[in-house]
């Protein structure tokens, strides 16, 4: 017959005001940057609204335009795109 060890919690726990087989509700830590997470507490992810797709493809779409003027030398197009682009991506955070 093998010997079970029980786990013994320190006797200030009775002195805290609460008995020792209680445990201790943890407090879910706040999000960085006033930001929801992306899973959910039941780890399933949560949904991109539809607002936010849009800015991310606007974003994409500025970007590659960047890279085509950029190619195609018209550098004054490629910068006012660029601005328009981190424009759009400010609208994400």
Do not use: H, K
């Not at 890279?67 to 490629?78: H, T």
């Amino acid at each position: 017959m093998r010997e079970t060890e029980v786990a013994r919690e320190p006797t200030n726990t009775v002195a805290a005001g609460r008995l020792p087989c209680q445990a201790e509700a943890v407090a879910p830590m706040p999000p960085r940057g006033g930001r929801r997470p992306a899973v959910s507490a039941n780890g399933q992810n949560r949904r991109v609204d539809l607002a936010r797709v849009g800015w991310i493809m606007t974003v994409f779409a500025c970007l590659v335009a960047v890279l085509i003027l950029l190619l195609q030398g018209y550098y004054g197009y490629a910068l006012v795109t660029f601005a328009v682009a981190v424009s759009a991506a400010f609208n994400l955070t």
